[in-house]
């Protein structure tokens, strides 16, 4: 699908490391190995405000804020206010909220979409063409 998303996209490109690893895939394993690969790059990790409430249950998550930038993107119903209260060391909160990002963007997420799926409802403007095509052709994320 992600093939199908970016065809059209030619500055973007497909990292398979997660899927090359046997196991679970682990965020902290992906950014750690990128930066294997890679070491001077600077890597940015973007993530909703919707997620922020889990973020203190990630693997290792105090080594992967040290590790990368993350970039936290306001979804709507989620408040600034309500950052607040993710269950991390204070430092990590005031910087996940300087490097919070606000404005009008898309209310998409990859939840939503599989929801919509799963109910019947239309993916249209969610998704490219062909990755609803993908998506219907191979009858993902329905009751079978």
Known sequence: ????????HPIFEICDIETRRAGPSYTIDTITQLREINPSAEYYFIIGSDSLQELH???????????CTF????????????????????????????NYVTGRMPNISSSNIR????????IRYLVSKEVAEYISEYK?????
């Not at 699908?1 to 059209?8: G, Y």
């Not at 249950?57 to 590790?67: A, H, P, R, S, V």
């Not at 970039?71 to 909220?97: C, E, Q, Y």
């Not at 993902?140 to 079978?144: E, P, S």
């Open 1 to 8: 699908m992600l093939k199908l998303a970016i065809k059209n």
């Open 57 to 67: 249950m990630w693997k290792q998550i105090n080594n992967l804020l040290n590790l």
């Open 71 to 98: 970039v936290t993107f306001g979804r709507p119903g989620i408040s600034a206010d309500k950052m607040k209260d993710i269950h991390l060391n204070p430092k990590w909160t005031r910087t996940l909220l300087e």
């Open 115 to 122: 929801q919509r799926v799963a109910q019947g409802k239309s």
């Open 140 to 144: 993902l994320y329905v009751k079978q």
